[in-house]
């Protein structure tokens, strides 16, 4: 089993700036990549980013040179750097871990791009 808990959600302006942060527990050495998705009011859920051992990363196009996903072994979290906000990013974020046969998904945080 994993857990995740999100956290850094809130309401910011057009151009500003938001860090997610996703603590991680549980049966961390099992993870195979981690990522943050994101929800939109009567839209699918996208995937956003994702971090693969290596650190290698991957975006979706729309967030790309904007957003920055890492993590802290050490401190076991993710995080989600989110820069140049727009309101089409307006959703409700959700760290995830995949450990090759099941996701595991947190309560989500509001990010809401509002002047």
């Known amino acids: 089993q994993v857990q995740l808990v999100e956290s850094g959600g809130g309401l910011v302006q057009p151009g500003g700036s938001l860090r997610l942060s996703c603590v991680i527990s549980?049966?961390?050495?099992?993870?195979?990549?981690m990522g943050w998705y994101r929800q939109a009011p009567g839209k699918e859920r996208e995937l956003v980013a994702t971090i693969f051992s290596g650190d290698i990363t991957n975006y979706v196009d729309s967030v790309r040179g904007r957003f920055i996903i890492s993590r802290d072994n050490a401190e076991n979290t993710l995080y989600l750097q989110m820069n140049n906000l727009k309101p089409d990013d307006t959703a409700v974020y959700y760290c995830?871990?995949?450990?090759?046969?099941?996701?595991?998904w947190g309560q989500g945080t509001q990010v809401t791009v509002s002047s």
């Open positions: 995830n871990a995949w450990n090759g046969a099941l996701n595991y």
């Open positions: 549980g049966s961390i050495g099992s993870i195979k990549s």
